[in-house]
Structure formats: C-alpha cells, structure tokens
C-alpha cells in the first residue's frame, strides 16, 4: 500500500502557467486536503473535499481550484501561477472528515514560481 | 479552534525522555489535542491525540492536565531520529488542522 503519492516533486514554474499538482490515496479515504507550508510557518488549509464530487474552501483558498471527480484523486490546479505561490504543498487525505479523524500526509511537491 | 502555545525549540539527550509542552487555555469541551511531527521537509506525521483521558501508543505518551488548558507529549526515550518540528493541534473544526510554528526538537548525541 502506497498511501499518498504526490507527483511532482518539485517543479520550477514561470509565472502566469498553469500548473496541476496531482495527489492520489489508495487508502479509499472519503476526506482529502491541500497545505500549503512556506518555509519557516505551518501548514495552511487551501481546499478540501469531504466526499467525492464535493469540495470546499480552506484558509488560503485564492489562485487555486480543486475537483474531485472519484475517490482517490484530488488534483490542485493553479490557473496562473504567481511568485508568491512559491511553497511547499501537501495533500493529506482522513477516513471522514470528523475532527476525531487522523489526516495523513504525502510527501509534498516543492513548487518554485519565477 | 482554539490557539496554542509551543516553545519555539528544545533540545533533549539521546535516550531520555523529551517532554514538549504545549498551552491551549481557551480549548472547548469537544475539542481534541493533536500532535504531529515534521521531520525536515517531509509530510507531517501523525502521533497522538486525546480529549480529556491521558493517552499512549507505541510512539508517545499524551499527558492532558484535569483542566484541559495544557498538554505534555513525552517521547519516552529519545533517539536521534525524532529530531523534528512537532506540532500541537488543537482541533474542533472537521477539515482543517490548524498548525502553528511548533516546536523544533534536537535530540543530541
């Protein structure tokens, strides 16, 4: 069991591309979420999907969407990336989205936007 | 949910206990503490969370004061490998996990 995979891992990005960051469980997990963590801070909710076929907005939620079309997918799109998108992003997936519920991590995609 | 309070860094001897701290004084009846650890860039590892009753699992002991105002995560005996940043959560909303800058911990040799 391969848990989360997040692909890429690191990409260097001019500024105004588009960018999909992708993030896959095979845990069938119900709830997934997007971090971001800029470097010497915490993580910080971007968006986040309870169940498939519905998303939700987290703290930092502008520049970015999500979909969430089955189970195991929940790929983060930037539109039009900006510098200040420069960070380190984790996909995180719970069984439900109850607070008793652990959220386990991927690996992270380190994204550089120039 | 409620804030919390970490000593920004400590360091503890390989083999001894590592006692973290964490204040969360204005925590609700119905909110859990969570602890995670970072270790360099990877993703956040969960270790151990609790309500009210003192917890332990095979990584930690979550020790939660009668007032619920504070926590204690003991690592029992400390290796060179748990050096990391850990994080208190104190977490009543169901899809986010609010991190502060936690704790930098140095197990020394």
């Known amino acids: 069991i391969a848990g989360i995979t997040q692909a890429p891992t690191s990409q260097i990005l001019a500024a105004g591309r588009r960018m999909t960051l992708r993030c896959t469980q095979d845990?069938?997990?119900?709830?997934m979420y997007w971090y971001r963590q800029d470097l010497g801070l915490g993580l910080r909710l971007i968006h986040y999907?309870?169940?498939?076929?519905?998303?939700g907005k987290g703290e930092v939620p502008d520049g970015y969407s999500v979909s969430r079309a089955n189970t195991d997918d929940f790929p983060l799109t930037l539109a039009s990336a900006v510098p200040s998108q420069t960070s380190v992003y984790f996909c995180?997936?719970?069984?439900?989205?109850?607070?008793?519920?652990?959220?386990?991590f991927g690996p992270g995609t380190r994204l550089t936007v120039l | 949910d409620a804030k919390t309070t970490q000593p920004p860094s400590m360091d503890c001897a390989e083999g001894r206990a590592a006692n973290l701290p964490c204040n969360h004084s204005t925590i609700s009846g119905n909110e859990y503490v969570y602890w995670y650890r970072q270790i360099h860039s990877q993703g956040p590892q969960y270790i151990i969370h609790g309500l009210k009753n003192n917890e332990t699992n095979e990584m930690a002991s979550l020790i939660i004061t009668e007032d619920r105002k504070s926590s204690t995560l003991i690592l029992p005996h400390a290796t060179l490998r748990d050096t990391a940043v850990y994080y208190c959560?104190?977490?009543?909303?169901?899809?986010?996990?609010?991190f502060g800058t936690g704790t930098r911990l140095t197990v020394i040799p």
């Open positions: 959560i104190v977490r009543v909303g169901a899809n986010n996990l609010f």
């Open positions: 995180a997936s719970s069984g439900t989205g109850l607070s008793t519920d652990t959220q386990y």
């Open positions: 845990m069938r997990h119900n709830a």
């Open positions: 999907s309870n169940t498939a076929g519905t998303t």
